[in-house]
Each structure stands twice: as C-alpha cells, then as structure tokens.
C-alpha cells in the first residue's frame, strides 16, 4: 500500500519525473535529423524514454540505417538542445517539490537514480534550479549496468543504508519500472508519455498521473 510508513527510504528518477527534460531531448533530436535529412517520429522519440546512451544509439541506428551519421548527429543535437533550454530553460515537473519537502518532514532518506551522466544530471538540476534538491545521486557513472537492470536502484538503497524491499521507487518510464521490479522495490508509475505501455502497468506496483497524487497517496 502507497503510504509514507510503509517505506524506508525513496529514490526518484531524474528526466520526465523529476525534470520535463524529455520533451527538449525530443525537440532536439528531431531538429538534429531534419538537418541530417532524416524525420524521427514523435512515437519513435517516445520509445527512447528512460534509454541509456548506447540503447539509443543502437535505436537511432536500427531507425535510420547504418549510414545514420551518428557523431554529427550527436553534435547537433546537443547544439540544438542547448539553444532550447537557454531559450527555455527546464521545468520542475508538477509536485515535485511539494513531494520533496513532505519526505524531508518525515526525515526519510531520499536520492536521484538516473540512467544519465553524473555531470548531465548536475547541469540538468542546476538549470532547473534545483542545484540543492539532492545531496545523493546515484547515475550511470556508479554502476557497470545501466536501466533496465535494477544495478542503479541497488546501488542507491546500498548508498542510503536501506533495503530495497523498503524504498519506493518513483519512475515515468518503462525502462525504470522495469529495472525497480528487478531490483524489488515498491515502484510508482507517473507516465511522461502517451500512450501508457500496458506491460508498464504490469510490473508496476502503483500509478499516479503526477507526483501531487502520489503525495496526496502517502498523507492519507
């Protein structure tokens, strides 16, 4: 059952959870293929939600074929994402800090777990504004497997001291949910994306539409 005494510890997923980082990942792709000559659809950029780097490179690859200029893409890609966010910036998603500051009140521990690069997830945290929000973060820097093996949440319950039996894990991907069923934690779905994927709400343990619910979920 989602209530706060039920668990020991949370551990949140950065990008479409905690940041509305997805959809400029998304812009930026699709500008950087369109200058290569190449369309990504919007349900293709769906389906890399929640991927490490390799996956989606592998994914890209498998899209547009082997001649897909990867390194140019790449580049313009993180051209284009810069000029969007410094246009932009990057929106905390709905609840979050309400969310953040209840679990602090209840003096539980909690840490980022994301399938980015460390140094991806501070810049990221930093122009979203919350450079302070966590003094954990658990990426795929520290761990030989990235999402969808369940090594990054193991390794972030291992950091904070808890058993995973007793962390609730907070995702908006498939990728995530999958690695938090592996690893054995109890998992919240928060869809980013439409459509929900059906075998998400399978391993999932519970789903909110945003983290005001699942907030309103662990009061009552």
């Known amino acids: ?11 949140f997923d950065m990008d479409g959870l905690v940041l ?19 369309t990504l659809s919007d349900a293709f950029c769906y389906s890399l939600s929640g991927l490490n780097g ?17 390194q140019g893409f790449n580049k313009t890609a993180t051209s284009q994402w810069r000029k969007h966010i410094n246009d932009n910036g990057i929106a905390v998603k709905q609840g979050f800090k309400e969310l953040l500051a209840f679990i602090v009140e209840q003096q539980l521990p909690y840490c980022l777990a994301t399938n980015s ?20 973060i658990i990426s ?14 193991l390794k972030a319950a291992d950091f904070l001291q808890v058993s995973i039996q007793h962390c609730l894990v907070l995702e908006d991907s498939h990728t995530g949910i999958v690695a938090a069923k592996l690893a054995g934690a109890f998992s919240v779905y928060v869809p980013s994306n439409a459509p929900i994927n059906p075998l998400t709400l399978e ?3 519970a789903m909110h539409s945003d983290l005001l619910q699942v907030l309103e979920s662990l009061r009552a």
């Open 1 to 11: 059952m989602l209530k706060i005494a039920n668990f020991s510890a949370v551990i």
């Open 20 to 38: 509305d980082t997805e959809a400029t990942y998304f812009i930026a792709w699709q500008q950087a293929a369109a200058m290569l000559g190449y």
């Open 54 to 70: 390799q996956a989606i490179r592998e994914k890209l690859l498998a899209e547009c074929g082997d001649n897909f200029d990867l």
């Open 117 to 136: 690069r460390t140094a991806n997830a501070l810049e990221c945290l930093e122009l979203a504004g919350l450079s302070d929000s966590f003094t954990t």
């Open 140 to 153: 795929r820097d520290n761990v030989e497997h990235s999402k969808p093996a369940p090594d990054i949440f």
């Open 203 to 205: 391993h999932c343990d």
